[in-house]
């Protein structure tokens, strides 16, 4: 009886030793996450459906996870289509590296078109009420008329660059006409021919 017992344990022993060697290997699986145009892609949820472990990857798309041979790893973003990876289980060592790429996962919807007003009565309404004759070019030239820019410049605080500039022309003036006479241009020919020309080329009108 104890001779059977003995045998008994050691085949036990002999099974429990058997069976813990064809235990699944561990897997330290790295890699990246990429698009198809070969970008990474950061923060890709990278998880193991066997072991029920995941993790996100970096801002690189790099991840490291620990994992069995032949488990079952889902990858899976935002606008991605999920894909599954299955670890080999003919793995020599217990590292293993992967360039993962996931696939955009296209939506498409039917067309939509917006528009400005609520209801067909408000359209009605701004399409009789619209000026045809008013564009971005003439409502340009409105604002950018001189009437317009006197009306603003009125009410703008003087620019400290500008009277600088101003003091600085006016004494290089003085400088320019020191022991002779201040320059009058109503004495000046060349203004005259230009006065002259301007008004037959009708450009005073349109001032």
Not at 81 to 108: A, C, G, K, Q
Not at 159 to 177: E, H
Request: glycine share 4%; net charge negative; charged share 20%.
């Amino acid at each position: 009886m104890k001779r059977f017992l003995i045998l008994f344990a050691l085949l036990f022993l002999f099974e429990s030793l058997d069976s813990f060697a064809q235990e699944k290997q561990l897997i330290q699986l790295s890699g990246v996450v990429v698009t198809e145009e070969a970008f990474e892609l950061p923060y890709t949820t990278v998880y193991n459906k066997t072991l029920h472990k995941g993790l996100i990857s970096d801002s690189y798309g790099f991840f490291s996870i620990v994992c069995n041979t032949g488990d079952t790893i889902l990858f899976s973003r935002k606008g991605y289509s999920t894909s599954p990876f299955v670890v080999p289980d003919s793995l020599d060592e217990n590292r293993y590296s992967i360039i993962h790429m996931l696939v955009r996962d296209t939506l498409e919807i039917p067309e939509i078109r917006v528009y400005p007003w609520p209801n067909k009565e408000a359209f009605a309404q701004h399409f009789v009420n619209m000026n045809p004759y008013e564009d971005d070019i003439r409502r340009a030239q409105r604002e950018l008329s001189g009437e317009s820019l006197a009306f603003v410049a009125a009410r703008l605080d003087a620019d400290p660059s500008l009277a600088f500039g101003t003091m600085t022309k006016q004494q290089n003036t003085k400088i320019y006409t020191n022991g002779q006479l201040p320059q009058n241009n109503l004495l000046n020919p060349y203004a005259w021919s230009k006065l002259i020309k301007d008004w037959q080329d009708g450009k005073l009108s349109r001032q």
